[in-house]
């Protein structure tokens, strides 16, 4: 499965302790993130992750990009809902292109940790109903 982890200033310490606690189920996938919360995910936990641009620089659009080609299976998206962002037409494209394609989104821990857990049970039917709907 392809997972999306993306999370604004205030919430990266939150996404770097999600990753040391979840690396062995993260590791099992393929990872890919916004430019600076990918290197402090990879600082952290030394897991393989795809980086994109950082996310005012167009680092949301590129994995909006891959969501609108049906080539990502998850996002992990911890929002910081008490800044305001340059870039939230970005965000607000990202959330709803995950809606379009019927992409689960995580936009805090609590959410993430019941995706993670059903993904490693083998969760996945939501998944393969989209890919049955885009043929
Ligand atoms: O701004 C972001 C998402 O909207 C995240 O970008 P960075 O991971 O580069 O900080």
Known sequence: MKIALIAHDQKKEDMVEFAIAYKPILEQHELFATGTT?????????L?????????LGGDQQIGAMI????MDMVIFFRDPLTAQPHEPDISALMRLSDVYHVPLA???????????GLEHGFIDF?????RRSK
């Open 68 to 71: 609108a080609n049906n080539d």
């Open 48 to 56: 393989s992750v795809t980086r994109f641009r950082s996310g005012p």
């Open 107 to 117: 936009t805090n821990m609590g959410t993430a940790e019941v995706l993670l857990k």
């Open 127 to 131: 998944r393969l109903l989209a890919e």
């Open 38 to 46: 990918g290197q402090r995910i990879i600082d952290a936990t030394s």
